[in-house]
């Protein structure tokens, strides 16, 4: 399993991120020398065992079903690049 | 001053040796002068330091001073801080004024501290050497020629300078103990869920925790005690009693069975780091402590395990990254989606990308098999490995870092020699034990640091180990040229 450009431009597509063409190749190498390292997991005779998630077995706990937050948008928003009368701005999305 | 550790500048201020205020503007004075060399800070917050240094000292006039009460500390640059730029090392939140306080910060904050900044650090806490930073790389006070590791070098950096006497750190795959380790400091990573991620960025959520950085054990042991517990904004934050880490800190040693895992000391191994940590273990020998060998086989996958779990959750976490609601947006977006892949391309730093892009292809129809749930299946094999050596022993021991710090740029261009400086490291946060590196030697001017891992929610047993070790050595006490007595 290894990455060639145009694995590479379908994944970078997914991630959201724009690649340089002229990086395209060197960043082909250093992503397959990291699946290489990887790969040794193929090797690892895992049998039945259950994958772990996370460190702890413990179920989520919930908490009581109350609003806890109240209206922060005068807190929040000013750090938004854009913004017009409470609203986030982004460039338009339907012609 | 800042020759003293946390513990004895609580007394000195107790005593009225100096105010709060007289230590916050003498630590100040060392970082403007001596950072500009180090680059260990992003941010130095000295109005709102020496604003709650007189807090402080107001609070101890009224008879109300809390555990940390006027003691100097400084936030790794990935903790929010309501109002100061909380940038975690990259271009993306070089424009973010948080607008909360994280947990841990709102913890320390209550029991008195000062906080005099934010430290630098390796983006999105992505990396060994903290040369990944937006800010420029961390140099290593004990030879500026060489990196602190990383990912929390200017925590580690600061402390080992004396700029700062303690400091926060997180630690994903060694963050804490690697810098640690290589600049001669104490760095303690807690049990997964002992301290709140809350306000903490995620880089990968199921292995992130944050811990203390200090110059001595004893340091750690104070500021974890007011760092853990529950938190009810953290569903993965344990809700269990905290320890007073500092009462046990002097328990004798004897009948403490150490492991030693054969797997921590290759043939690879750099003789004189082995050297170190077998002169360390005599030292515990000596004090009571018995060595019993053991082996951890799955350890050796704990690499490949981790570079596929945690860039998996790291793509996950770092999709809010938009440019929409907060952080760095793109010049002339022509449409949602350009401005989207700009705004991440642009904000995003080379190992940040390269990260998302591992952990997007690990988790993308077709390999999520072969990559995500293998490496889930290795995950659960390494964490049994340590159930079982537990059954046999107290603690598990070993060096924290395949080698001494290394030069600037010298893995720069090589990611997969980069990720093995974790080596030792890593497997324990894979299966979320408690660990800490504490200084054990000093090799042609560079310091070593040794291991010391503990059984699930056992902080006070290592804490004890180290300290111990500590009152009969004074590695911990070593310090860099650097600095001198400005």
């Given at each position: 399993m290894a990455l060639d450009p145009q694995a590479l431009a379908r994944v970078a597509h997914l991630a959201r991120l724009h690649l340089d063409p002229t990086d395209s190749a060197a960043l082909t190498d250093r992503l397959n020398s990291i699946l290489d390292m990887v790969?040794?997991?193929?090797?690892?005779?895992?049998?039945d065992v259950a994958p772990m998630a996370h460190p702890m077995d413990v179920a989520q706990t919930l908490r009581a079903?109350?609003?806890?937050?109240?209206?922060?948008r005068a807190i929040v928003q000013?750090?938004?690049?854009a913004t017009e009368d409470g609203c986030y701005l982004v460039p338009r999305v339907i012609e | 001053m800042h020759r003293k550790t946390l513990t004895e500048l609580q007394a000195g201020l107790a005593r009225g040796d100096y105010s709060a205020r007289e230590l916050a503007e003498h630590f100040i004075k060392r970082i403007q002068s001596l950072d500009p060399e180090l680059?260990?800070?992003?941010?130095?917050?000295a109005e709102q330091a020496l604003a709650q240094a007189d807090a402080a000292d107001a609070a101890r006039a009224r008879?109300?001073?809390?555990?940390?009460?006027g003691l100097p500390i400084a936030h790794k640059d990935i903790f929010c801080t309501r109002?100061?730029?909380?940038?975690?090392?990259s271009r993306m939140l070089d424009n973010f004024n948080a607008p909360y306080d994280a947990t841990v910060v709102e913890k320390l904050q209550a029991g008195g501290a000062v906080v005099l900044g934010k430290t630098n650090m390796d983006e999105f806490a992505m990396?060994?050497?903290?040369?990944?930073s937006y800010y420029g790389p961390v140099k290593n006070?004990?030879?500026?020629?060489r990196v602190p590791g990383g990912s929390s070098g200017g925590s580690a950096a600061a402390v080992a300078a004396r700029l700062v006497p303690a400091a926060t750190g997180t630690d994903t795959g060694g963050s804490i103990r690697q810098p640690a380790a290589l600049t001669g400091i104490t760095g303690l990573k807690p049990t997964y869920?002992?301290?709140?991620?809350?306000?903490?960025?995620?880089?990968a959520s199921s292995l992130d925790q944050a811990g203390p950085m200090a110059t001595s054990a004893a340091d750690c042991a104070l500021l974890l005690s007011a760092m853990a517990g529950h938190d009810p904004?953290?569903?993965?934050?344990?809700?269990r009693p905290v320890d007073n880490?500092?009462?046990?800190?002097?328990?004798?040693?004897?009948g403490l069975r150490i492991g030693l895992p054969k797997e921590f000391f290759p043939?690879?191994?750099?003789g004189r780091i082995a050297d170190s940590t077998h002169a360390a273990l005599r030292e515990l020998e000596k004090q009571g402590a018995t060595l019993v060998d053991i082996s951890l086989?799955?350890?050796?996958?704990s690499v490949p395990a981790y570079y596929v779990i945690a860039p998996a959750e790291a793509s996950s976490n770092l999709s809010?990254?938009?440019?929409?609601?907060y952080g760095y947006r793109c010049n002339d977006p022509q449409d949602l989606e350009d401005m989207f892949k700009r705004s991440r391309s642009e904000g995003f730093g080379a190992e940040v990308k390269r990260r998302i892009l591992v952990g997007t292809y690990a988790l993308s129809h077709g390999y999520y098999d072969a990559y995500y749930l293998k490496a889930q299946k290795v995950r659960r094999l390494i964490s049994d490995d340590f159930v079982r050596a537990f059954e046999q022993v107290d603690v598990i021991m070993g060096p924290?870092?395949?080698?001494l710090a290394f030069g600037?740029?010298?893995?720069?261009?090589?990611p997969v020699t980069m990720y093995m400086a974790d080596v030792f490291t890593i497997a324990v946060n894979l299966a979320g034990l408690p660990a800490l590196s504490m200084p054990a030697g000093v090799i042609d001017g560079l310091p070593v640091g040794v291991q010391v891992i503990g059984n699930y929610f056992r902080e006070g047993q290592i804490l004890n180990v180290a300290h111990r070790f500590q009152q009969a050595t004074d590695w911990h006490q070593q310090q860099p040229a650097f600095g001198g007595d400005a």
């Amino acid at each position: 399993m290894a990455l060639d450009p145009q694995a590479l431009a379908r994944v970078a597509h997914l991630a959201r991120l724009h690649l340089d063409p002229t990086d395209s190749a060197a960043l082909t190498d250093r992503l397959n020398s990291i699946l290489d390292m990887v790969n040794q997991l193929q090797d690892a005779n895992v049998g039945d065992v259950a994958p772990m998630a996370h460190p702890m077995d413990v179920a989520q706990t919930l908490r009581a079903d109350v609003v806890t937050e109240g209206d922060i948008r005068a807190i929040v928003q000013p750090l938004a690049p854009a913004t017009e009368d409470g609203c986030y701005l982004v460039p338009r999305v339907i012609e | 001053m800042h020759r003293k550790t946390l513990t004895e500048l609580q007394a000195g201020l107790a005593r009225g040796d100096y105010s709060a205020r007289e230590l916050a503007e003498h630590f100040i004075k060392r970082i403007q002068s001596l950072d500009p060399e180090l680059n260990s800070f992003i941010s130095i917050t000295a109005e709102q330091a020496l604003a709650q240094a007189d807090a402080a000292d107001a609070a101890r006039a009224r008879g109300e001073a809390g555990p940390l009460n006027g003691l100097p500390i400084a936030h790794k640059d990935i903790f929010c801080t309501r109002g100061v730029r909380t940038s975690c090392g990259s271009r993306m939140l070089d424009n973010f004024n948080a607008p909360y306080d994280a947990t841990v910060v709102e913890k320390l904050q209550a029991g008195g501290a000062v906080v005099l900044g934010k430290t630098n650090m390796d983006e999105f806490a992505m990396g060994s050497s903290n040369e990944t930073s937006y800010y420029g790389p961390v140099k290593n006070p004990w030879d500026l020629t060489r990196v602190p590791g990383g990912s929390s070098g200017g925590s580690a950096a600061a402390v080992a300078a004396r700029l700062v006497p303690a400091a926060t750190g997180t630690d994903t795959g060694g963050s804490i103990r690697q810098p640690a380790a290589l600049t001669g400091i104490t760095g303690l990573k807690p049990t997964y869920g002992r301290v709140s991620r809350w306000g903490m960025i995620a880089f990968a959520s199921s292995l992130d925790q944050a811990g203390p950085m200090a110059t001595s054990a004893a340091d750690c042991a104070l500021l974890l005690s007011a760092m853990a517990g529950h938190d009810p904004r953290d569903s993965t934050c344990v809700d269990r009693p905290v320890d007073n880490y500092s009462a046990d800190l002097d328990k004798p040693l004897t009948g403490l069975r150490i492991g030693l895992p054969k797997e921590f000391f290759p043939a690879t191994l750099d003789g004189r780091i082995a050297d170190s940590t077998h002169a360390a273990l005599r030292e515990l020998e000596k004090q009571g402590a018995t060595l019993v060998d053991i082996s951890l086989p799955s350890v050796d996958l704990s690499v490949p395990a981790y570079y596929v779990i945690a860039p998996a959750e790291a793509s996950s976490n770092l999709s809010r990254f938009d440019g929409v609601r907060y952080g760095y947006r793109c010049n002339d977006p022509q449409d949602l989606e350009d401005m989207f892949k700009r705004s991440r391309s642009e904000g995003f730093g080379a190992e940040v990308k390269r990260r998302i892009l591992v952990g997007t292809y690990a988790l993308s129809h077709g390999y999520y098999d072969a990559y995500y749930l293998k490496a889930q299946k290795v995950r659960r094999l390494i964490s049994d490995d340590f159930v079982r050596a537990f059954e046999q022993v107290d603690v598990i021991m070993g060096p924290t870092s395949p080698e001494l710090a290394f030069g600037l740029g010298a893995k720069s261009d090589d990611p997969v020699t980069m990720y093995m400086a974790d080596v030792f490291t890593i497997a324990v946060n894979l299966a979320g034990l408690p660990a800490l590196s504490m200084p054990a030697g000093v090799i042609d001017g560079l310091p070593v640091g040794v291991q010391v891992i503990g059984n699930y929610f056992r902080e006070g047993q290592i804490l004890n180990v180290a300290h111990r070790f500590q009152q009969a050595t004074d590695w911990h006490q070593q310090q860099p040229a650097f600095g001198g007595d400005a």
